[in-house]
């Protein structure tokens, strides 16, 4: 069966097309796979000293402080920089445990994530006017390795589109909800046929946080 909504990688777009291959579950996504292959240690990580720049005593980030962070580190290039919005449901996309903070550690992923979808972002905005169109969305999408029907592809674009096009700080923000929410899909999905059941207030608490 197709299986609408699952990405393969989130992250990883080089060699074959995240999604697609031999090993696919119904659901469209590797069994066992890892979002963000490879680590490396904070102490060689340029990343590390953005992190701890903005970091509270706890170790961890906030809202406010990811942005600072996003911002300092120049990841939006000539883009403009991530609103505070977007860096809330980043958070929320890596926050399992709803404290509304992050740790170096799902910096690190937000960080190889972000990467990802920008180098996307830049290869179909080809003419570098720093938006996307309807149909260079949809070829995104695909790039990701999601499967989503024209009737799905066109309810996102009312929602993050402003005149038909869709800028780079939405562009990321509807990458980060279409995976944080396919995340919480596929978890509960363990038979991997595309419906689940879940109540009402996992609902909520999967679709309100992010």
């Known amino acids: 069966m197709a299986y609408p909504g699952y990405g393969g990688g989130f992250g990883n777009f080089s060699g074959q097309i995240p999604g697609t291959g ?26 590390w000293s953005y992190f701890t720049a903005v970091a509270g005593q706890d170790g961890e980030v906030d809202a ?5 962070c996003l911002t300092q580190s120049g990841i939006s ?13 980043m958070i929320a996309m890596l926050d399992r445990d709803y404290t509304g903070k992050m740790g170096f550690k799902e910096f690190k992923d937000l960080w190889a994530a972000l990467s990802a979808w920008k180098q996307n972002f830049m290869t179909i905005d ?29 309810a996102i674009v009312k929602r993050y589109s402003k005149n038909g ?4 700080d939405d562009y ?34 999967g679709t309100m946080t992010i």
């Open 22 to 47: 031999p090993n696919m579950f119904a659901g469209g996504y590797q069994p066992g796979y890892t979002p963000y292959p490879g680590s490396y240690s904070a102490a060689d990580d340029s990343m």
């Open 64 to 68: 406010e402080e990811l942005q600072r």
């Open 77 to 89: 290039g000539t883009y403009s920089p991530f609103s505070l919005e977007t860096c809330r449901i």
């Open 126 to 154: 080809q003419d570098r006017s720093g938006s996307v169109e309807h149909h260079e969305l949809s070829q995104a999408f695909a790039t990701m390795g999601y499967r989503l029907n024209p009737q799905t592809v066109n």
């Open 165 to 168: 096009r869709i800028f780079f």
């Open 172 to 205: 990321v923000a509807c990458c980060v909800k279409l995976r944080a929410l396919t995340d919480f899909f596929r978890r509960r999905d363990h038979l991997q046929q595309g419906c689940v059941n879940f109540t009402y207030d996992d609902f909520l608490q």
